[in-house]
């Protein structure tokens, strides 16, 4: 089935809803190519459990902001090929979201991922999780080459994933190797390590990558273009993250939607990294002693740290949160969009969505 030829759902205007009316088409096309290829039944229905699992169950903000995305450029309704291909390029993202996370979680030896096991701890999958995520990874260029290969822009989307998760696996190298869960060394730590990492780990796929891609598909082909959007994009992606951080530790957990544990599993957050820039001689004693302690009342003693006022976590939150906003502000009204072939609304759409979030 080829997108010009596709039979489209019906769109009900409801943005999520209409977006994860794509994904059984997706999911049918995969299985299809698998049963093309002499594939056995067990091996099809394990790869539609993967997919089923793993990828639709998130906030799909990344893959609805290129849909989003290339509404406001074209400033207009998309048509149902067009709404297609858009949904399309951000369920490539929600794949590739998909392969981190099922590799994370192993890494991490996490338990539970959006309400549900993690995939490798579901019975019978284990280890075979590995192959797993190399076939989430790979339905990408599926995909693209399926609906994308004769237009003029796909080797650019190619170079964007290929480039992006490149650079999200660098953030999680530095992440892995900067606060391992079970070897806490604060020495490590630093303001410029958290920086690199959510940059690298978070930015330039969560936030970068949705609106590159709706760039390219719309038609936008200057360089200038792209690094105006990496320009306001990774601050914005950082920012995100910083606020992700600090809610962890102080959003009460029926908000946050879990519990917080970014303190009992060594996380490099900018919490503990603003901690450690201020904290006295007695305190980064007490920080060395208990961070990344699986005990609540070494979590207790951090966060009383967090709090005291010589460090004050919630103060200089508030303030970088508004110094945050106010230069990315700026950044936008910057833009000249007659000259860039960009909208602010894209990047204003993008704050609108995570300043001042409480969850």
Known sequence: MSSSTATYPARTGESRKDFLAVFPLIVDELLTYMKMEGMPQDA?????????????????NRGLSVVDTVKILQDRELTDDEYFKAALLGWCIELLQAYFLVADDMMDQSITRRGQPCWYRVPGVGNIAINDA??????????????????????????????VTFQTELGQLIDLITAPED??????FSLEKHHLIVVYKTAFYSFYLPVALAMRMVGVSSDEAYELALSILLPLGEYFQVQDDYL??????????????????????????????????????????????????????????????????????????KESYERIMGEINKVDEEKSGMKREVFEEFLRKVYKRTK
């Open 248 to 321: 962890d530790c102080y959003a009460p957990p029926e908000v946050l939607g879990k519990i917080g544990t970014d303190i009992l599993d060594n996380k490099c957050s900018w919490n503990i990294n603003v901690a450690l820039k201020h904290a006295t001689e007695e305190q980064r004693k007490q920080l060395d002693e208990h961070y990344g302690r699986k005990s609540s009342s070494s979590e207790a003693i951090v966060k009383s740290i967090f709090s005291s006022s010589n460090i004050d976590i919630p103060t200089k939150f508030a303030a970088y949160e």
């Open 44 to 60: 099809v229905k394990w790869y539609e459990d993967v997919l089923n699992h793993n990828t639709p169950g998130g906030k799909l």
């Open 134 to 163: 190399f076939m989430l990874e790979g339905a990408i260029y599926f995909l693209l080459k399926k609906h994308f290969r004769g237009e003029k822009y796909y080797v650019d989307l190619l170079e964007l994933f290929h480039d």
């Open 183 to 188: 070897n806490v060394d604060l020495s490590k």
